[in-house]
């Protein structure tokens, strides 16, 4: 299935940025994208996904205001900009397509193929 690699994490001081891209092997604007992390200990958390559709979006309360999903078709890119980074934000961001065609949302059923992650670390 769809091949996907995240990169762009580091660590960076509260209140910083940070953009993470995730390449993948192929573009289909039926499926849903996403970002999903997880933090030491805590459970998986979806933060933003994106229908490339009708390009609605969608944002959990915690990162709502802060973070912006996009992409680039012709690249077959996916964006995470991150900005006002929390230590809270702590965690390994993984970039994920869903499993059928249609639905999108914040529910961690909704996406099959993930990335092997990138790290993100904010220090205060």
């Known amino acids: 299935q769809v091949q996907l690699v995240e990169s762009g994490g580091g660590s960076v001081q509260a209140g910083g940025s940070l953009r993470l891209s995730c390449s993948a092997s192929?573009?289909?604007?039926?499926?849903?994208m996403g970002w999903i992390r997880q933090g030491d200990g805590k459970e998986r958390e979806v933060v933003a996904s994106?229908?490339?559709?009708?390009?609605?979006?969608y944002y959990a309360d915690s990162v709502k205001g802060r973070f912006t999903i996009s992409r680039d078709n012709a690249k077959r890119t996916l964006y995470l900009q991150m900005n006002n980074l929390k230590p809270e934000d702590t965690a390994m961001y993984y970039c994920a397509r869903g499993t059928r065609p249609g639905h999108c949302g914040l529910q961690g059923h909704i996406f099959g193929s993930w990335g092997q992650g990138t790290q993100v670390t904010v220090s205060s």
């Open positions: 192929e573009y289909d604007p039926y499926y849903c």
């Open positions: 994106t229908y490339p559709y009708n390009d609605d979006t």
